[in-house]
């Protein structure tokens, strides 16, 4: 176990709609990182954040957006959803900008 | 952007055989991570490599960060079933701290 906590596990939705994945970093972590893993293929960056601000920007969309709030969880929020987002979505984390990063379980999101 | 090449793109090994794969950076990086993926889980943090020429060992895995720092190799000893998986590398940049990605080796390991 990670400590990194994703949920939900699975989700199914229709095209056109709008879904939230949440993060629960790992104690004490300050950095959250969001990335998406289509079949068969590796992991493409979307989005850091460090304690509470965007940090990087990876190749998102801009029907994608998301946040880390106070607390430090994150969600990921997937609007006007394509059948083409269908994918795995990972979530995680690390302590200092320099070192480990630590991933969650991941939410795979099917869009019908 | 920055890109990693990771190789070879697949290996399917005899159960005992030593494996060694590499990745190799267009850029610099400042730090370079090894994880190991299974299908429909997470990827598992195997190695961090902090220090240019460093080597470090996690059990019958080896890595070690190039001494250019655009490049990283990992190897694994006496290859077991439970290998089995996706190696993935990661660069970490040294301007937002984003972790890039190499495209992964598929490990097959025939007992």
């Known amino acids: 176990d990670s400590g990194v906590t994703q949920t939900p596990k699975h989700l199914i939705t229709a095209t056109g709609q709008r879904v939230t994945l949440r993060c629960s970093p790992r104690?004490?972590?300050?950095?959250v990182y969001w990335y998406q893993q289509s079949l068969d293929q590796g992991l493409q960056f979307l989005i850091q954040y460090y304690n509470g601000e965007e940090r990087a920007k990876g190749n998102i969309l801009e029907r994608f957006s998301a946040q880390q709030f106070p607390d430090l969880h994150s969600e990921l929020n997937l609007s006007s959803l394509e059948l083409g987002d269908s994918a795995l979505y990972f979530c995680?984390?690390?302590?200092?900008?320099?070192?480990?990063?630590?991933f969650g379980q991941g939410t795979r999101l099917t869009v019908v | 952007g920055q890109q990693l090449n990771q190789s070879p793109q697949s290996m399917f090994i005899q159960e005992g055989e030593d494996v060694s794969m590499n990745c190799t950076s267009s850029?610099?990086?400042?730090?370079w991570l090894w994880y190991k993926q299974d299908p429909g889980e997470g990827p598992v943090l195997l190695i961090a490599?902090?220090?240019?020429?460093e080597l470090t060992s996690n059990g019958r895995l080896t890595a070690q960060f190039g001494i250019t720092r655009k490049d990283s190799f990992l190897n694994i000893s006496a290859s077991i079933p439970s290998d089995v998986g996706i190696y993935f590398c990661?660069?970490?940049?040294?301007?937002?701290?984003?972790?890039?990605f190499g495209q992964g080796t598929e490990l097959s390991v025939k007992p």
């Open positions: 990661a660069g970490r940049d040294n301007q937002g701290g984003k972790l890039i």
């Open positions: 995680a984390s690390s302590p200092l900008i320099p070192t480990e990063a630590f």
């Open positions: 104690s004490g972590d300050l950095s």
């Open positions: 850029s610099i990086f400042n730090t």
């Open positions: 490599l902090y220090k240019a020429g």
